[in-house]
């Protein structure tokens, strides 16, 4: 499955700094800003409706229901991400984390809106640059270098070939 394959890809990946690509999408601001799991776009998770991936996802840490509202409850992604950081996580997390995220992007992404915005990067390679240090999910900058896994990159990368796909087929 895809999931497994991220995951694979993102543990190979060297952690030594590499150049960013000169076609990249290199951090979701400004015109990208659609891309970040922050993007207001509800999601909808065990039957409950999320304001963002982020929120969805941080819910998606733990088992209790209770976590997830309060998760859900929060006013803005920031704290929702920062709630999440306090669950007890659920005991298959590190297994889970990159299939959940690639269903929260293909739901967030399923809206016609968005699949356009995010076909319409063409075939650049997507990059989470961030300044949080987040070199999990995204990659951070290290001179005139960068340096992390990007899964969520990979993710992004993987869903708009799998919408390319589709609408070829049409």
Do not use: C
Not at 97 to 126: C, H, N, Q, Y
């Amino acid at each position: 499955p895809i999931a497994a394959r991220i995951d694979r890809d993102a543990a190979g990946a060297s952690l030594e700094p590499f150049d960013m690509p000169p076609d990249a999408v290199a951090g979701f601001t400004g015109p990208y800003r659609f891309l970040s799991n922050f993007w207001t776009s509800p999601i909808a998770m065990h039957g409950e409706t999320y304001p963002t991936v982020e929120h969805a996802f941080q819910a998606a840490k733990s088992i209790d229901p209770a976590d997830h509202a309060r998760v859900r409850a929060a006013p803005s992604p920031a704290l929702a991400k920062r709630i999440g950081r306090s669950l007890p996580l659920r005991p298959d997390w590190d297994a889970a984390r990159t299939p959940v995220m690639l269903a929260l992007v293909r739901r967030k992404f399923a809206r016609a809106e968005l699949a356009a915005r995010l076909l319409d990067t063409g075939s650049a390679p997507i990059y989470e640059l961030n300044s949080w240090g987040d070199q999990v999910w995204g990659v951070v900058p290290l001179g005139g270098r960068v340096r992390g896994a990007n899964r969520l990159g990979r993710i992004l990368d993987y869903v708009r070939s799998e919408l390319a796909s589709e609408a070829a087929r049409r």
